[in-house]
């Protein structure tokens, strides 16, 4: 009996959903502890963190770089608002790459325009107001659609925006599988089975 009870519970542990749901429309304040790192033309590496400094707002504070972003994340193109925006502090010393990495927020970009049914909701892809930038997403937390890791590279200019979309993991569990309620269906008519026939 006891084999039985605990072969069911189990199963069930190993069927259940595990999957992290995220909340699609933050502010730049969620994203205060997110860990930035510069490296420049001479080799010279910096890393900072953000920091809220406002409602809604955020920046770091580098010595070589600053990097701030208020309102929400998604950027918003008639409004001008959510656009990160970068300054290089040493201009003699050009910028050679940016990381920027969520992971220990539990946030994530979400770069996938697929609407409202994607996990992270409608998502915007990294796009910035000059010409020759790369944004390479790494990391992945849900396969092609959320990233931890943002690495920008190509011709940078002292002082550029950009846009990209983040969302942040919500507190809200995941509602159980059908298979899982059957599973345990399965277990529990298992148990009055054996009862019965004992």
């Given at each position: 009996?006891?084999?039985f009870i605990i072969a069911g519970?189990?199963?069930?542990?190993?069927?259940?959903?595990?999957?992290?749901?995220?909340?699609d429309v933050i502010t730049a304040d969620q994203l205060a502890g997110a860990e930035i790192t510069v490296t420049f033309d001479s080799g010279f590496t910096e890393t900072s963190v953000f920091e809220v400094v406002d409602t809604e707002a955020v920046e770091t504070?580098?010595?070589?770089?600053?990097?701030?972003?208020a309102g929400?994340?998604?950027?918003?193109?008639?409004?001008?608002?959510?656009?990160?925006?970068?300054?290089?502090n040493f201009s003699a010393n050009p910028v050679t790459s940016i990381v920027i990495d969520l992971l220990s927020i539990d946030a994530?970009?979400?770069?996938?325009?697929?609407?409202?049914?994607?996990?992270?909701?409608?998502?915007?892809?990294?796009?910035?107001?000059?010409?020759?930038?790369?944004?390479?997403?790494?990391n992945a937390?849900?396969?092609?659609?959320?990233?931890?890791?943002?690495?920008?590279?190509?011709?940078f200019e002292d002082s550029f925006l950009f846009a990209v979309d983040?969302?942040?993991?919500?507190?809200v569990t995941g509602v159980p599988a059908p298979a899982v309620f059957s599973l345990i269906m399965?277990?529990?008519?298992?148990?009055?089975?054996?009862?019965n026939k004992a």
């Open positions: 009996m006891k084999k519970v189990l199963m069930v542990l190993a069927s259940a959903n595990a999957s992290a749901s995220f909340i504070g580098a010595d070589s770089f600053s990097l701030s972003l929400e994340t998604f950027g918003e193109f008639a409004t001008g608002e959510g656009f990160w925006s970068f300054t290089n994530v970009f979400d770069p996938v325009f697929d609407g409202v049914d994607g996990p992270g909701g409608a998502g915007r892809d990294f796009v910035a107001n000059i010409a020759g930038l790369l944004g390479v997403f790494t937390v849900v396969d092609g659609e959320l990233f931890n890791t943002l690495t920008i590279t190509g011709a983040t969302d942040i993991e919500s507190d399965l277990v529990l008519g298992g148990l009055v089975v054996r009862r």
